[in-house]
């Protein structure tokens, strides 16, 4: 039994001390007034009282009750009902309060909501109330019975009753009620206890059955009505996983019951933080405390809640609940979250379900607000008991005896629910709600209840039942009814009889106020019932207890059905057969095997069988291997091990650990190794919480074993794999129950002796699990701490102070220590002392944990220390021994190779090459096999970095990876911490990303140390960014294979050329700045000393003109004997060729001639003196004086002023380039036009020399040269447009708007609104308006702005907006990662590389200069000329401008012509290849820049429209993109032709004698292959003379680079053609097993080799086969290119004689479009193009004699007559005639064709037929006569028809269907005979 009320007390209203206009409580009376000793009287009553504060108010209110909950110091609940009701306060007192009021002088409003008002004057007519409390303090929670009888005392007392109040409440402070378990009581009175106050009332008081289930009342109900189903699931998922819950509400007694009702969906987990379901105003601080609570606030204080970050606020009034951004709460797992969600739905709202109905059913009735509230928590009890579904299973039992201690094992549970990853549960486990949930219901021998039962027995049933919602309704309905009958046991006896005062008895005046009770009295009847107490016995709880049912064992929460693990049976079979072979000893069959078991090892179940299969190998605790068994077994341990996270769910660590310690080898005698030396290196082993679970696990194991061994005898080890006995069976927990139930029963020796066991079992345990720990934590090598500092465990638990270990397993890599540095002792006993640390701490948490007596644990503690000392002197010898054996047979190295001159750096380093989320690698959309990972070694040489080696998976067999770049490619090197593809251990990686599209991903091979990584970093280092242009590649492959040669030219004295050119460019240094004096001063040595060019270069040479001597070339200077020599070297650069080319003017300055040219070559930089950056020898207007355009050049940025670099052969309009201008040059161009005054400055007279030298650039133009400076256009006809190619788009296309609105409406002329074309071209061919400036200036948008238009329209200013250098590179960048990511992809969708493709904007860029060539060709071609002159002048200006030219002349387009458009627009004209490559220290701030590249693509977006107008192939643009930055040549180095000449690279070549020197020239590399392989020649070159092209411009039609895409593993890049030449084939004695010779054929994987290399097309198999058949008949064999040009000339000729048939040269047709078509589909590669459309079979040579060539003719004619039409040969005449078969054939008809052209008659079986059966060559016909008919022979025919052709070899005998069509056939050969 117990007190139903501890204690009454009377509060009342009293002033604050403070004097402040609020009140405060005061304890009027309270009793008893003694303390019970068992229940001390609760503090803060007063606050709980009134929470809102103690207020006077002005009128009276009605009475109030609530009941607030005060939690004590031994977090004992006490309920405190609390009845308030109003009394009118004293005059006295209420003038105290006004006084005290009127110091405030204003109206305040009460936090409750009231107003309270104040007057300045005590004011006697205003009646004030005070609030006066009755409260009752009690540990039962009687809510209802509470409310009757503070409701009866009020009643007494307002009513008047004659009733003594001292009695009643006496009897209520000693009425006792049952305790709860009211089912095992007697009777019904006794179960529901009748009580009276002696006031003639009458209340029964129901105990619950269990007071374990909470009683809810209708508080759950109200809950989810009042927030709704989704909130109220978040905030019990915010309550489990301990967030800040705070409840708002008007009314008190609403949040007591919203805070009830939440506790009780908790059940059967406990809420054990803060719970205040009303909390005072003045306590709001509490709010902010950091730990988790439940609270509720009244609705008043809201704004005092706002800024509380953390704490989810739900307003009960409102609805509503308010999450934080910073607050996460995980919702429940899936399915369960949805499962629920219906499940409440249905009992919320039964019509949900019928809503829809057609015809619904009557209403049912709907269960009471009571019973509703009773299926809500029986939904949360079901989703209890599927969460926590087998929960016993993971139940440790670590004592039994003297009380139990149970410990939880939640790895296990979350890894065999399949939740690991799940927040939500994770968090409930770890939370205090469930440990106290394992403490109590843990314990395996208790009372048990309904949530034991349903977690027990009905599990089975929920889950049967989860598809039919009736089922699961019914099962919720039939929990409801248990839940309720534990509230309410006695429906029937529930009659309560309780005085209630009258209505509105409140605001009657009361007689007199709530009167002061006679403690005496109350205490009189308190004593008497306590005297009576102690006479009975005392009551105890009589409790039923019984074993509780473990249920079923647990099931995952949603089984998966994944795919992944379909075929494990097949799996499983394959880890047991490779473990079979490694321990019969068949090696090379576990080693096959061993991949696939380490794939297999992905999969859980595989794991769990590799260590029971790897158990029934071990024999008493030990199974010794030999080391390639040891090898096998650790490898796949640790396979097993890397992906157990640090909690080992699955058990997988738990089950191998007995394992690392009984696997071993012998060292030495004396020295053994263990498996766990080797499998130290997993996160696993340093998670204290594993060795928690395991210990805990262990001793469990061993408690049990200490009570079942009295019933049998058993063998101590009995081993896992074996049968249990029946006894066995029995799980620790009915053990231990068992125990529990015998306890009371045993003697007290006995007890004693059972507990002493118990702890020195335990300890036992301890000391094994210190060794244990041990041998996994300290590493083999105790100086190579890396092992441990990488320990993510070790580091969160050592302070920071004495932090070692970095948490590098989440990548980030511990620095290593310095082992030279004599530290390695301190470090050792470092590593020592943290394991020390590490054991001894968990030594403690386990020790203290399982009661182990204090003695044994300060044992331990010493004991700690010598174990790990012990342990790592084993470890020396062990790493002493494993040191000297041989080691594990390695793949050789294989050896890259290397071109002539270069040479190795860095031997091969061991590494792994990783996958970089290319698919070819790993075998990629294209099929084949998974090359990558690969295991070999990088090399480092001067040229490049290579990776040589195999494939790790061995089923790809032999296949050599090659994968290389320049070292001057590298763009990005990054240090990376990556796991080896085959051990799967942690190691040190490096990341090199390369600008030729290669990505090295390698982790470094455990035998590299990190030192050797450095050192190859280092060097690495030092070759990609050298000090000086000389240390690179291309300088020191020429010095060092000519050592010391002496130079050739010795006849002269004389210094060489290249000293020359050195002294000539320090003089000329001088001269800059003062050009005209220094000239004079200029002393060079004699002409005659010049070393004479060899005469194999002359042929190359343009010999300067002869006149030069006596004439001046500009009046301004003439040239001195060392000029000329300056000028004769310039003459020879590829600037002047091409100028002569041109006819853009001599050096010739007689006057006849230079009148009529209207440009010249002007010498005035060939000192560089002007323009560091230009070539020497510039064109420039005839008219502008040398000493002008030193003025003219200060006008524009680096001096780079207008030059001419090319004019168009038939509009005569020229190209300009320039350098952007400078600011001020701009506005005096177009500011000042009037002429200038003499005082004007510098700034101006440059200026106006601009504004000159433009004019004079128009006029010496032809067609402006008239005296209007205009034309009409009137020759520019739309012929010029329509067949000349197509249109780009001018206009702006998408996103990018490449140029400004105002260009396209002075270019788009009149007609704005007529139709575009498609694809963006104009609208008509017409449509450039006629009056056109003469000259267009490009430039920069920023530059031109506020310029007016020039007024007679000379030149017009189109500024275009363009993308800086800086934007190349950050595209490039992305495009870098777009190719080659770096790593592979999660799921790799073409979706995802074309939406990084279109981040990158690369091809954005490409579009827009296309785009603005195109318009520029444009321009030229309509006979406006062009100026452009962007930024510096030396990138974007020099892309376009060679793509204009390339664009508008077909020379460019032949492999001679790009050589020379490269070498005058990009080298000569100062692009800086060194600067923008980074070839060197100083550049590689500025980073790589690839604006050449950039050109390169252009050019190949151009080739691919137009295939046929191209003699070179794109492979030669791939070989220029790789080159160009390789620095294999000097071709690319150094910025300009001045810094040429300084280092002596351009005339060098002049003076010495080339023998097979390695190349030094990308041209001369070019040449000398062209001459051996057509790889750089395109064979469907068949240029149309005239041809401008106009590509089209738009996104859509540019493609992806191949370049920056493809890749050949086989071989490495194929652009070094000496390596590339593929991998000799292997020896064929090295067939082992003796058969046959292998065939020739051979598997071609598009992911590995070449494709075009091992399938050439059919014209370069044609020229091989060629060679090849030359070769054999001993005959010189012919070069590729003669053969090819015989073969199209041949065909050229065959076309004309006749002029009947249309010239077949290459299917030439007039329609652009089909010409462009042609070669869209035809594959290309470093071969050559596939196939060429020009070899047609009838139109071979015809000389040769036509039966020998029969049979290779017919092979070809098959192969191109997809091409070919009857029409397209020569037929003279044709018919039908008979002809005789040789030897006995008969005669038969035939058409037949006489071919004038190729002098033959062909025969064909009938008319439409085109293969053409046979041929009588007519040059072999010796005569035709007339013939007589043989046998067979038609009958019908006169006999006259009938004639003979007699050839050098047989007579054809013939017969003509009639006698005039035979003579017409006779005179017809005859005639052709004669003709020839």
């Known amino acids: 039994m117990a007190r139903l009320a501890d204690y009454f007390v009377l509060v009342a209203f009293g002033p604050h001390p403070r004097g402040s ?228 509400s008007r009314s008190y007694q609403r949040l007591a019951d919203a805070c009830r009702g939440l506790l009780a969906l908790l059940f059967p987990l406990r809420y054990s933080f803060t719970y205040v379901p009303i909390l005072p105003a003045q306590l709001l601080e509490v709010l902010s405390t950091p730990t988790p609570f439940i609270i509720g606030v009244n609705a008043a204080f809201q704004a005092e809640t706002q800024e509380l970050l953390d704490v989810i606020v739900a307003d009960l009034d409102g609805g509503t609940v308010s999450i934080p951004e910073c607050v996460h709460i995980p919702p429940l797992p899936e399915p369960l979250q949805s499962q629920t969600h219906s499940v409440l739905s249905m009992v919320l709202d039964p019509e949900l379900e019928l809503a829809d109905l057609a015809f619904p059913p009557p209403t049912t009735s709907t269960s009471s607000l009571k019973m509703q509230d009773k299926e809500l928590r029986a939904v949360f009890l079901r989703l209890f008991a599927q969460l926590l579904q087998g929960y016993r299973w993971c139940l440790h039992v ?36 469930f440990a106290g949930f394992v403490s109590e219901r843990g314990v395996p021998y208790r009372p048990t209840d309904l949530f034991d039962e349903l977690v027990a027995h009905e599990v089975a049933r929920i889950r049967a039942d989860e598809n039919y919602p009736q089922r699961v309704l019914r099962h919720v309905q039939e929990l409801a009814e248990q839940l309720y009958k534990n509230e309410n046991p006695y429906p029937a006896v529930a009659m309560h009889k309780v005085q209630r005062p009258g209505e509105s008895s409140h605001l009657r005046r009361a007689p007199r106020p709530f009167p002061r009770l006679d403690e005496g009295t109350v205490q009189w009847i308190v004593d008497q019932a306590a005297a009576k107490m102690q006479g009975a016995p005392p009551a105890v709880k009589a409790e039923k207890r019984t074993t509780v ?111 690392v310690t009984a696997f071993c080898r012998k060292l030495s005698p004396g020295v053994t190794q263990f498996a766990y030396s080797c499998v130290q290196e997993h996160v696993v082993w340093s998670t204290p919480q594993f060795w928690e679970a395991m210990f805990y696990g262990d001793v469990q194991t061993h408690i049990r074993a200490l009570y079942l061994e009295p019933t049998e005898d058993r063998a101590p080890t009995q081993e896992v794999g074996e049968a249990p006995s029946q006894e066995d069976e029995r799980s620790a927990l009915d053990v231990a129950s068992e125990q529990r139930r015998l306890w009371p029963t045993l003697s007290r020796e006995k007890q004693q002796e059972l507990v002493q066991k118990e702890e020195s079992t335990v300890f036992s345990q301890a000391i094994h699990y210190a060794n244990r720990m041990s041998y996994l934590l300290l590493p083999l090598d105790s100086s190579k701490s890396r092992l441990l500092r990488e320990r993510a465990g070790l580091g969160d638990l050592e302070s920071a102070s004495n932090s070692l270990v970095t948490n590098s397993m989440a990548g980030s890599v511990a620095e290593s220590y310095d082992t ?180 090295l991903k390698m982790a470094f091979d455990e035998e590299v140390g990190s030192d050797s990584a450095e050192l190859f970093r280092k060097q690495l280092h030092k070759l990609r960014y050298p000090p000086d242009v000389r240390a690179t590649f291309a300088f020191t492959l020429g010095s060092a294979h000519t050592p010391g040669r002496p130079p050739r030219v010795t006849k002269d004295k004389g210094p060489s050329l290249r000293t020359l050119s050195r002294n000539l460019v320090k003089n000329a240094k001088k001269t800059i700045g003062r050009q005209h004096v220094t000239r004079k001063k200029y002393n060079p040595p004699n002409w005659e000393h010049r070393g004479q060019p060899p005469p194999e270069d002359q042929e190359d040479e343009i010999s300067v003109s002869e006149e030069l001597e006596p004439s001046t070339l500009t009046p301004s200077s003439a040239l001195k004997p060392s000029d000329r020599m300056t000028m004769s070297s310039l003459v020879e650069r590829a600037c002047c060729r091409d100028y002569q080319r041109l006819g853009l003017g001599t050096l010739s300055s007689s006057l006849s001639r230079a009148k009529s040219e209207p440009f010249r070559i002007s010498p005035v930089n060939r000192m560089y003196a002007i323009c560091r950056s230009y070539p020497g020898l510039l064109i420039v207007p005839q008219s502008v004086q040398d000493n002008a355009l030193q003025r003219v050049s200060r006008c524009y940025r680096q001096n780079r002023f207008p030059v001419v670099c090319w004019r168009s052969g038939r509009s005569k309009a020229v190209l300009l380039r320039s350098g952007g201008l400078h600011g001020k040059g701009v506005v005096g161009l177009f500011k000042a036009q009037n002429a200038p005054s003499p005082g004007q400055s510098q700034a101006d007279s440059s200026s106006l020399e601009q504004e000159k030298y433009l004019q004079a650039v128009v006029s010496s133009m032809p067609r402006y040269a008239d005296a209007s400076g205009r034309n009409t256009l009137s020759g520019f006809s739309s012929a010029h447009m329509g067949s000349h190619g197509k249109w780009g788009s001018v206009r702006t296309s998408g996103r990018s708007s490449g140029l400004g609105a105002d260009v396209g409406s002075r270019l788009a002329g009149r007609d704005a609104l007529a139709p575009p074309q498609a694809n963006g071209g104009p609208p008509d061919p017409g449509f450039l308006r006629p009056q056109r400036a003469a000259l267009y200036i490009l430039g920069d948008k920023a530059q031109f702005k506020g310029v007016r238009p020039d007024p007679l329209q000379q030149w017009e200013l189109v500024p275009i907006e363009v993308f800086e250098a800086r934007q190349v590179k950050a595209s490039f960048k992305k495009l870098l990662k ?244 593929g991998p000799p084939e292997p020896p064929e004695e090295e067939r082992s097993d003796g058969g046959p010779p292998q065939s020739r054929r051979r598997v071609v994987w598009p992911c590995y080799d070449s494709c075009p290399r091992t399938q050439p097309d059919a014209i370069s198999r044609l020229l ?123 005669w038969k008809a035939r058409w037949f064709v006489l071919d004038k052209t190729k002098h033959q008659l062909r025969y064909y079986d009938h008319r439409v037929d085109t293969d053409c059966k046979g041929v009588i060559d007519l040059a072999e016909v010796e005569a035709v006569a007339p013939g007589t008919p043989t046998m067979g022979a038609p009958k019908t025919v006169d006999e006259k028809a009938f004639f003979d052709v007699k050839t050098t070899r047989r007579v054809y005998n013939f017969c003509a269907q009639d006698v005039p069509s035979a003579q017409q056939w006779v005179d017809r050969i005859q005639s052709c005979l004669s003709d020839a």
Not at 588 to 611: D, I, N, W
């Open 21 to 248: 206009g609020e009140g405060q409580g005061q304890i009027l009376q309270r009793f008893p007034e003694k303390d019970w000793e068992d229940n001390p009287f609760p503090q803060g009553i007063e606050l709980f009282c009134q929470p809102s504060g103690w207020q006077l108010c002005p009128e009276r209110n009605p009475p109030t009750f609530f009941v607030a909950v005060l939690t004590d110091i031994n977090s004992e609940r006490h309920y405190c009902a609390c009845l308030t009701f109003w009394e009118p306060v004293e005059p006295s007192q209420q003038e105290i309060t006004h006084v005290e009021d009127a110091t405030e002088r204003e109206e305040e409003e009460d936090e409750g909501g009231q107003t309270h008002l104040l007057s300045t004057v005590p004011a006697p007519s205003v009646q004030l109330f005070a609030p006066k409390t009755l409260v009752l303090v009690s540990r039962l929670d009687h809510a209802e019975v509470f409310r009757n009888s503070l409701g009866l005392i009020y009643a007494i007392h307002v009513e008047g009753l004659n009733v003594c109040l001292e009695n009643v409440i006496g009897n209520l402070l000693t009425c006792t009620v049952p305790l709860a378990g009211g089912s095992q009581l007697d009777s019904v009175e006794e179960g529901a206890r009748t009580i009276s106050l002696g006031a003639g009332d009458r209340q029964v008081i129901q105990t619950p059955l269990a007071d374990s289930l909470p009683v809810s009342r209708c508080s759950v109900a109200l809950l989810f009505r009042q927030l709704g189903i989704t909130n109220v699931l978040s905030l019990f998922c915010a309550a489990l996983t301990e967030h800040k819950v705070l409840f708002l």
């Open 398 to 433: 670590v004592r039994i005896h003297p009380e139990p201690v149970i410990r939880f094992h939640k790895a296990a549970f979350l890894g065999q629910r399949g939740l690991v990853e799940d927040d939500f549960l994770m968090k409930v486990l770890e939370g205090m709600a």
């Open 549 to 659: 049912p473990s249920g079923p064992p647990m099931t995952a929460i949603l089984e998966r059905g994944s795919g992944l693990h379909v075929n494990s049976a097949r799996r499983l079979e394959v880890v047991r057969n490779c473990i079979s072979y490694v321990f019969e000893g068949k090696m090379l069959e576990a080693k096959k095997l061993l991949p696939a078991v380490l794939r297999a090892l992905k999969g859980r179940a595989a794991r769990r069988c590799l260590a029971q299969e790897l158990h029934l190998h071990v024999q008493q605790n030990r199974a010794v291997l030999d080391h390639q068994q040891f090898d096998f077994v650790v490898r796949m341990m640790n396979c097993c091990l890397q992906d157990c996270t640090s909690l080992d769910e699955h058990g997988i660590a738990a089950a191998l650990l007995p394992l």
């Open 820 to 999: 030279e540095s004599g530290f390695e002792d301190a470090e050792t006993c470092d590593v020592a002392g943290a394991v020390v640390r590490f054991i001894n701490r968990f030594v403690d948490k386990v020790c203290t944990e399982s009661g182990v007596t204090s003695d044994h644990l300060k044992g331990l503690h010493v004991m700690v220390p010598d174990i790990v000392q012990m342990h790592i002197e084993t470890l020396e010898a062990v790493q002493r021994e494993s040191r000297r054996l041989p080691p594990i047979q390695k793949p050789k190295l294989l050896r890259p190779r290397l071109l002539p001159g270069e040479e190795c750096v860095l031997d091969g380093l061991r590494v792994y090459l990783l996958p970089d989320g290319r698919e070819e690698g790993a075998g990629g959309s294209a099929g084949g096999p998974a090359l990558l990972p690969a295991e070999g070694a990088v090399f480092l040489t001067t040229y490049r970095v290579i990776f040589t080696g195999m494939p790790t998976d061995p089923l790809v067999g032999e296949q050599v990876v090659v994968r290389s770049f320049p070292v001057a490619a590298l763009t990005k090197e990054k240090r990376i911490s990556v796991q080896t593809p085959v051990d799967q251990l942690l190691q040190d990686g490096l990341q090199l990303r390369s600008c030729t599209f290669q990505l």
């Open 1378 to 1621: 777009a190719c080659v990511p770096g790593c592979p992809a999660v799921e790799p969708s073409p979706v995802s590389f074309l939406r990084s493709l279109e981040d990158s904007e690369w091809l954005i860029q490409i579009h827009r200069l296309l785009q603005v060539s195109v318009l520029v060709v444009e321009l030229l071609d309509s006979g406006s000329s062009v100026l452009v002159g962007l930024e510096d002048g030396w990138d974007i200006t020099t892309q376009v401008v060679s793509l204009v030219q390339l664009l508008s002349d077909p020379f460019y387009r032949t492999l001679e012509g790009f050589r020379l458009l490269v070498e005058k627009e990009w080298l000569s004209f100062g692009h800086r290849f060194s600067h923008r490559g980074a070839h060197t220290l100083a550049g590689q701030s500025s980073g790589f820049t690839p604006v050449f590249l950039q050109f390169l693509d252009c050019v190949h977006q151009v080739h691919l429209q137009f295939p046929m107008e191209f003699e070179f192939s794109q492979f030669y643009l791939k070989f220029l993109g790789y080159h160009h930055v390789s620095r294999r040549f000097r071709t690319f180095l150094l910025d300009s032709d001045y810094e040429r000449i300084e280092l002596g690279l351009l005339y060098e070549e002049k003076g010495e004698r080339r023998g097979q020197l390695p190349c030094r020239s990308v041209w001369e590399y070019v040449d000398r292959l062209s001459k051996r392989t057509p790889v750089f020649y395109n064979y469907m070159y068949a240029p149309e003379d005239t041809e401008v092209l106009r590509p089209y411009s738009n996104v859509s039609n540019l493609k992806v680079w191949e370049f920056y895409t493809e890749e050949t593993l086989a071989e490495g890049p194929p652009y070094d053609w000496e390596l590339a030449q």
């Open 1664 to 1786: 091989e086969e060629l060679q090849r058949l030359e070769t054999e008949l001993g005959r010189p064999t012919e070069r590729w290119k003669d053969t090819w040009d015989r073969v199209k000339a041949a065909q050229r000729l065959e076309g004309r004689p006749d002029g009947r048939g249309t010239p077949s040269s290459l299917l030439v047709s007039t329609a652009p479009h089909h010409r462009r078509s042609l070669g869209v589909y035809l594959q290309e590669g470093p071969v050559g193009s596939t196939l060429s459309l020009s070899l047609d079979s009838d139109q071979s040579s015809g000389s040769t004699a036509s039966g020998s060539r029969q049979a290779a003719r017919r092979s070809t004619s098959t192969l191109y007559s997809q091409f070919q039409t009857a029409e397209s040969e020569n037929r003279s005449y044709e018919g039908t005639l008979y002809k005789k078969g040789a030897f006995m054939k008969p």
